[in-house]
């Protein structure tokens, strides 16, 4: 039997209809707007289009989103720069640099120059330091995303074998920590994978969850997934065929138990989290005001 599609564009639009009615109530009880300011350096033409739909995404939902554009011959104290007024903007409740940046900046540097209140990536070392604790300020939005396609698709964690195949800053590393906390969407037994593992075949096929961020096109295959585990894909790699993910996905669905597709899996869920921190830093800011 073909596995369940778990739809990641239908849930993210469940959700952002969620968060508008939130943003509408906040507005009409505070008086403030939630804003995200969007920083991008260069011209990178993927950048470009994951920036231009996280602006879609804040207008339609109520959320006021300001573009600042950088050239690529930017140097790193002119980001700074940049981002510090930001961080003493009280109009702006969340500052998002889009990555990667060009190669004289310092990717780390710069994350962590975006104030921990603001930091609705989570890549902050503070508020990555608050997730392994599990006392998390925002959750990554890809993992926080994943965790709640799990939660909402009623696919339990607790107890199960994860196997994440990635070990990233931005997936595979906070994924693993999500789903190894205490509670709802955690409580896994986790194992990480990378291109230094050997035989990850053998890992795979122990996964009741499989979760495969490398960026690599169809790298896992049928052989590789145990009957009626739940596959995430997270991968996006543009090919002749079109975008596709990491898994093969048409051979992969008739194993699987569940599997997100690519695209319409994970990506409109990160985008959509992105939102939900957004507004989770106003709420923060108008709180904190009122001490
Ligand atoms: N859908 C979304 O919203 C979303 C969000 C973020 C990323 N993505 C996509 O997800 C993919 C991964 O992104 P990322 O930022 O996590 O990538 P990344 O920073 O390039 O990391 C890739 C990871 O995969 C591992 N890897 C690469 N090839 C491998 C192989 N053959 N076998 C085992 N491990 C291998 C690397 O291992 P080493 O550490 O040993 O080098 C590394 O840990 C990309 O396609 C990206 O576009 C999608």
Redesign the pocket.
């Known amino acids: 039997m073909s596995a369940q599609i778990l739809d990641g564009k239908a849930l993210a639009e469940q959700i952002r209809s969620e968060i508008k009615e939130q943003v509408a109530a906040f507005v009409a009880e505070t008086g403030l707007t939630p804003c995200l300011a969007v920083i991008l350096v260069g011209n990178n033409a ?1 950048s470009e289009v994951y920036v231009r739909n996280k602006q879609v995404a804040c207008e339609k939902i109520g959320i006021k989103s300001e573009m600042y554009r950088l050239p690529e011959t930017t140097s790193e104290r002119e980001l700074l720069t940049q981002i510090d007024m930001l961080n003493r903007n009280d109009a702006v409740h969340g500052i998002l640099v889009q990555l990667p940046l060009p190669k004289q900046m310092n990717e780390q540097n710069i994350l962590d120059a975006i104030i921990p209140e603001k930091d609705v990536d989570a890549f902050h070392s503070d508020n990555v330091g608050r997730i392994s604790q599990g006392r998390p300020r925002f959750l990554p ?2 993992p926080y ?1 994943i965790q709640e396609l799990l939660i909402r698709n009623h696919i339990a964690t607790a107890g199960k074998h994860a196997v994440i ?8 590393k906070p994924m693993a920590l999500l789903l190894v906390q205490k509670g709802c969407g955690g409580d896994a037994t986790v194992t990480i ?5 050997p035989d ?1 075949a053998a890992m795979t096929r122990q996964a009741d969850i499989l979760i495969v ?4 096109a169809k ?1 896992v295959t049928a052989d590789m997934v145990k009957p009626g585990a739940t596959v995430i894909d ?4 543009r090919t002749e065929e079109g975008l596709v ?2 898994v093969d996905f048409s051979a992969v669905k008739e194993i699987a138990g569940a599997i997100t597709p ?1 695209p319409g ?3 409109p ?3 959509t989290m992105l939102l939900l921190n957004t507004l989770t830093a106003a709420k923060n800011f108008k709180n904190c005001r009122q001490l």
């Open positions: 993927a939005c890809t995303g195949i990635g070990r990233s800053n931005i997936v595979g994978c990378h291109s230094r593992t990850i961020a490398i960026g690599q790298f997270v991968g996006m790699n993910g990491d690519v899996g994970v990506g869920l990160t985008v």
